[in-house]
């Protein structure tokens, strides 16, 4: 694709700005800030990585591995603000994800451990992990503002802190990963999935690209359920104090 044809296909960019305007529905100045930012975005990430592969240093790999992390744990802590110490949870959340992954990607020699495998596999890792983090934090916040009566009520009964949030953590981690679960049932019938889809497109047997799409699917379902766990029980105990109460400090952020 030359830069010509990539000018075309901002057709596509003119067409929802139309019916924006057509329909007073408001989204122009979004949807012209995100055309643009995905543009210089992706352009410099593409030479970044260009260089990052023909250098092949793990420096370099480490860098980018980084960056994608900061980038997530900025994106997803303004969900979890009202959580005390939620940056650190995120990294720590993002870093041992990554970790386990490529732990066991490259560990069992499933994929090599090249720049041009390990930063494409990581960024759809940390990218997932980020996502699944701010519905999981988006839904326990709320879950923890209005079961708060019963938090409450169950510590006064005695309750520790996991016995009081339990139901609404177990029903934040449900409703976040239901998503990935529920889209990987229909996987092929409802979608062709985006790394398949490119491997075609760029002449890749289709069953060696259906292959590394399932390999990518198993990864994301597991990520999907660890970053909500682990986000989750490193979260919870910063709702109370050392005496077991509960702490409404977040309840006063959040209104």
Do not use: C
Request: proline fraction near 3%.
């Amino acid at each position: 694709m030359t830069y010509l044809t990539l000018s075309i296909t901002l057709i596509f960019v003119v067409i929802p700005l139309l019916l924006s305007k057509t329909f007073n529905l408001g989204l122009e100045k979004d949807t012209i800030i995100a055309a643009i930012r995905s543009i210089i975005q992706l352009l410099a990430v593409g030479y970044v990585l260009q260089f990052v592969f023909d250098a092949e240093h793990i420096i370099y790999i480490l860098l980018m591995i980084a960056l994608m992390i900061t980038a997530a744990t900025h994106n997803a802590q303004r969900k979890g603000a009202s959580i005390k110490g939620i940056i650190w949870k995120l990294v720590v959340t993002f870093i041992f994800i990554e970790l386990l992954t490529q732990g066991i990607l490259l560990g069992l020699d499933i994929t090599p451990a090249t720049a041009q495998y390990i930063i494409p596999i990581s960024g759809m890792v940390i990218g997932n992990s980020m996502v699944l983090a701010i519905l999981f934090l988006n839904r326990f916040t709320s879950e923890i503002t209005n079961q708060q009566d019963e938090t409450e009520l169950i510590l006064s009964l005695g309750g520790t802190p996991k016995q009081a949030i339990h139901r609404q953590l177990v029903t934040s981690i449900k409703a976040s990963t239901i998503p990935t679960i529920e889209s990987q049932k229909t996987i092929g019938l409802v979608q062709l999935p985006g790394m398949m889809s490119g491997q075609i497109i760029a002449g890749a047997d289709p069953v060696q690209a259906v292959m590394f799409q399932l390999l990518i699917l198993f990864l994301l379902l597991t990520t999907a359920v660890v970053t909500s766990i682990l986000l989750g029980y490193l979260s919870y105990p910063t709702l109370f104090n050392d005496r077991m109460q509960f702490l409404d400090d977040h309840l006063e952020a959040e209104n």
